[in-house]
């Protein structure tokens, strides 16, 4: 596979001229030229939106990385600018292979045409030949799925058939880079489910993915890195998991706060973050550990601690002392296969609050969320907490997880106005690991008491 960058972007920015008045777009096209004409400098009736400013960073080939931001945060500027339907006003652009973009839905369709026919009009624009769309038509109109209409101009079907047809398309064209921007929270479950699992099978045949989506366990399941934007700026790319949890802190933070935040988040800019190896994701060598050891007693490990902790900026609350605990209260976290544990931490409030509810999440090494617990239903949370409370949140749970290492996190929210937010929250603030059972039938993370035989029938 080829060392260079698959995408490297240079200093790019994207500005876009804001007009007061419809009357000011006719004097800017006019001034200037009247300017020149006599010497004089013209002056600028319009002010200046940087959708994007001073992005710069590198996609190697067969990586897969993930666009997280707020709304208006420049993502699907970014993607456009990346794909050449938009042109950058400043910075250099560089990319290499056959592109498949989606967009925004029905993007490079003719609304007038069939769908049978936009299939080879698409394939043509992505670089395919006539006899190289035949070749593929019918797995493409299958995959789509939308029988009775393939015949029938693409402006009479609805967003979901656009989107399956322009996907099947694009997924069917062998790409060296794949984009795309949300078009995947268009259509049913299963259909989703299909979309991302072809997407699966184009990542592990080395095809290089690029996508915006405000799903962060779909971000850490899917991708090696990501990149956080921010109001067009850069603030954060490096290993997936490490990136999503710092667009959270951002996301859920008080709005007074949030400068602060993108602050710290530019400090630490200074390198990439380069945390994606599961041997050594959190500061800890999983590896270096005995792999094929007999469950013994659960136990403490002073080496076996969290590097990756994120805490979010507390509002009026604030989490302390999470910990693993046997029943009895010894503190431990190597923990034995099917022994029942207690979670616990500590909250104490400075400020009154209502709506009160406290939970955690167990997630695996890359960030997805296996499981979770809240101490309160969400329509019968506690009403009212004054200032200066104390609680100790106790989650007893039985670990149904098999041989690996773990994450936990921390949260408590409550109402502001009538909405739910995050008074406080940690990410990473625990990890344990699990002894491997040398017994065990149960694959994957958890154990889900399955009882798997096979039985001779001849």
Sequence with gaps: MSSEPMISLEGVGKCYPVYARPADRLRQYLMPRLSRAIGRESKRYY??????????????????VGIVGRNGA??????????????????NVEVRGRI?????LGAGFNPELTGSENIFLNGSVLGLSNEQVQARYD??????????????PVKQYSSGMYM????????????????????????????????????????????????????????????????????????????????VSRYQKLLYAASGKQEAI???????????????????????????????????????DPGLVPQSVVEYAGRGCRIADARILTPTGERVNVLRPGD????????????????????????????????????HAEDDPLSFVTAGSEFEVRVRFRNAFNMGTYFLNAGVVGLDGEQET???????????????????QATGFMDFGADARVEAIT
């Excluded at 993502?75 to 910075?91: A, D, E, W």
């Excluded at 498949?100 to 925004?104: D, I, N, P, R």
Aim: aromatic share 8%.
């Design 422 to 440: 995050y008074l406080a929250r940690q990410l990473d603030v625990a990890m344990f690991r699990v002894l491997r059972d040398p017994g065990a």
């Design 47 to 64: 002010d200046e939106y940087w959708a994007l400013r001073d992005v710069s960073f590198e996609v190697r080939p067969g990586e897969q």
């Design 100 to 104: 498949a973009a989606l967009l925004e």
């Design 262 to 300: 993108r602050n710290a988040l530019r400090d630490e800019r200074g390198g990439e973050i380069r945390d994606g190896s599961p041997s050594t994701a959190a500061g800890y060598d999983v590896a270096a550990k005995p792999a094929h050891r007999a469950p013994g007693p659960a136990y403490w």
């Design 164 to 243: 399956r047809l322009a996907f099947s398309v694009a997924v069917h064209v062998e790409p060296d880079l794949l984009v795309v921007d949300e078009a995947l929270s268009v259509g049913d479950e299963a259909y989703q489910r299909k979309c991302h699992a072809r997407i699966r099978r184009l990542r592990d045949a080395g095809t290089t993915i690029l996508f915006v989506s405000h799903s962060a366990g779909h971000v850490t399941e899917v991708c090696d890195r990501a990149v956080l934007l921010d109001r067009g700026e850069l603030l954060s790319v490096g290993a997936a998991k490490d990136v």
């Design 74 to 91: 420049g993502k699907s500027t970014l993607l456009q600018v990346i794909c050449g339907t938009l042109q950058p006003t400043t910075g």
């Design 340 to 375: 029942e544990y207690i979670y616990a931490f500590r909250v104490s409030f400075t400020e009154a609050a209502a709506g009160v509810r406290f939970g955690m999440m167990v997630k695996s090494l890359t960030g997805i969320e296996l499981a979770g617990a809240v101490t």
């Design 139 to 152: 797995d493409i109109v299958a995959f789509a799925d939308i029988p009775g209409f393939i015949g029938q």
